[in-house]
């Protein structure tokens, strides 16, 4: 995929950009300079998606190839494959018309690296639209499971997992909980606990917690039925085989709990 950037002729928008978001499809930007300066924002016009057929039959002022282009929220995230001015970010917000409420219109900005760094404006987190409350299901055999404040929650016998973020009726995000005896024993059929994770592995967010911390997996006080490089290599098989399964230990339960209620927030907020 490319970034071209051609003069556009405007005087307060003197260039445009055809950013190839997706293959074939181009975001065009009406900027205000080549590349944002150090410690600056550039306000940017969308003329929206275009074809490769609809790009200039001239030479542009850059065209460089892109590494990423990937949507996080509102942020349009890009690295091009170049050895400076690599990397940079769009952000799209939607504002309310003072004048005409209910009405909306769009502002973009353009910032790169250099600026995030003069400016160190911490991390940016989209918040979501309206709040709504998160949908999760607990499964009925979890005998003393999370608690999750101001969420609708259910009972119900899942297929796979212990937790389940519902979004649309259906399962977008899932978690399996172990505990350490709990994992110790199913060891002993390990190809049945692989089994589960290859189903597990259909949604499009999945997690294994385990409610102990990696160190008591391998210590003989705490692990009394496998030695402890046995137990470590099972576990980084499990890492290997399944490397798109989120693998989180926690010092104790309290911990995993909120890690947990932290992830289907963020994923809740994203989808």
């Not at 410690?39 to 940017?44: A, P």
């Not at 977008?172 to 994770?197: C, G, M, P, W």
């Not at 210590?219 to 046995?230: I, Q, R, V, W």
Request: charged share 25%; proline share 6%; aromatic share 16%.
């Amino acid at each position: 995929m490319y970034w071209y950037l051609y003069k556009s002729g405007i005087t307060k928008f003197p260039y445009r950009i055809y950013l190839e978001e997706q293959p074939g499809q181009y975001l065009v930007l009406l900027v205000q300079a080549k590349w944002p300066g150090p410690g600056k924002k550039i306000f940017c016009i969308s003329e929206g998606i275009v074809s490769q057929k609809d790009i200039p039959d001239v030479e542009p002022v850059e065209k460089c190839p892109i590494i990423l282009a990937k949507r996080w929220g509102k942020k349009l995230n890009i690295i091009l494959d170049r050895k400076t001015k690599r990397r940079c970010w769009f952000i799209f917000l939607e504002k309310e018309y003072k004048t005409t409420p209910g009405q909306y219109y769009e502002q973009i900005f353009w910032i790169t690296q250099s600026s995030m760094k003069i400016k160190g404006p911490g991390a940016y987190i989209p918040q979501g639209g309206k709040k709504e409350r998160m949908e999760i299901i607990i499964d009925k055999r979890e005998h003393y499971p999370y608690k999750f404040t101001n969420c609708h929650l259910t009972r119900e016998n899942l297929k796979v997992g212990d937790y389940a973020l519902i979004k649309n009726e259906s399962p977008i995000a899932v978690a399996e909980r172990k505990t350490l005896d709990q994992f110790l024993h199913e060891i002993r059929n390990f190809e049945v606990l692989k089994l589960s994770l290859q189903e597990l592995q259909q949604y499009p967010f999945k997690a294994m917690i385990f409610d102990s911390p990696y160190s008591e997996f391998i210590n003989p006080k705490t692990n009394l039925f496998y030695s402890p490089s046995y137990t470590a290599d099972i576990l980084a098989e499990l890492f290997v085989t399944f490397p798109d399964i989120q693998f989180v230990f926690f010092k104790n339960r309290k911990l995993a709990n909120e890690w947990l209620y932290r992830w289907f927030k963020r994923i809740w907020v994203h989808s």
